[in-house]
Every structure is written in C-alpha cells, then in structure tokens.
C-alpha cells in the first residue's frame, strides 16, 4: 500500500527503536534482575562481547525483513523452527547437553512439519508454473509463392523481390 521496501522499514525505524531502548532497556534491566546495568565492571573483553551481540542482532534483524520481504511470513516461521531445531542439535553435539524425551519428539515434529511445509509449497508453485504456460501451436502455416500488398505490387518470397506479374 505505502510501496515501502522491508529494507527501508527497517531503515526507518532502527533509529526509534534503539533510542526507545537505550532510554528504557537501563530501568527494566533493573526492574527485572534487580541489579544496576551502570554498576557493572566493563572491561575491554566484555564490550567486546557487547559490540559483537549489537552485530548479531542488526544482522539477524536484516536478514528476518529481507527473509519476510523475499518470501512469506509462514516461511519466515518455518525457518524459525530450523533455527530452534539447529540450535537444540548444536547444543547437544558441542555442549553435551542432553535431549529430553520432549526436546526430540519436538525437534521431529518441527522437521516433519517443515518437510510438509516444503512439499505443499513446491507443489503449489509448480502448479502455478505449469498454469501460466502458453500454448504451442503445433500447426504448420504455408504461404504462397507471391504475396500480394494493399497496394497491388506481388512480391516473389523466394527472390524477395519485385515480380513483374500482377
């Protein structure tokens, strides 16, 4: 309707958004660890890790509005799930963290539903292709050796000339 990219939402109101946090993020931080955000000891080490997660997070906030943009929002959910699900199997594998009965039977439902996801949405562009397909005219057009303009003059399809004859 406002033939606004996602890119330029997304440019038009990072600025809001992060002055909206920098004003109120201090006070709920303290509202909900009941510790101070100003108190903390930062070392060089630590805003390094600060400046890095801020990376992250512009990163992971661009690729979700070019994802939405590109796709769909149902495809940006299925991804989600991915993302939930290499995040449960990367914690096990490097981690050792183990997977409860619950943890599994979810990561295989996720996986299952986004192979049908996959499934239904490939075959539905399929169809879609095979609809908008024009037509082949298998029929074999002849012409005669003259052609004849509005004007009278015959023209020889052969010699691609003028003919004499009328």
Known sequence: RLKVSSTQLLYQSSLYQSAVLLITG??????????????????FEVVVFILMSCGIAVSVNFSTFLVIGTTSPVTYQVLGHLKTCLILSFGYVLLKDPFTLRNLAGILIAIFGM?????????????????????????VRT???????????????????????R
């Not at 201090?26 to 070392?43: G, H, M, N």
């Not at 049908?116 to 095979?130: D, G, N």
């Not at 003059?153 to 004859?165: E, R």
């Open 115 to 139: 192979g049908l996801y996959s499934f239904f949405s490939v075959s539905e562009s399929r169809k879609k292709t095979e609809g908008a397909t024009l037509p082949v005219n298998t029929q």
């Open 143 to 165: 012409f005669p050796d003259t052609l004849v303009s509005e004007s009278g003059m015959a023209y020889d399809k052969v010699l691609t000339g003028v003919c004499p004859c």
């Open 26 to 43: 201090p006070f709920v931080d303290k509202l909900l660890t009941k510790k101070d955000v100003f108190a903390f000891e930062y070392t």
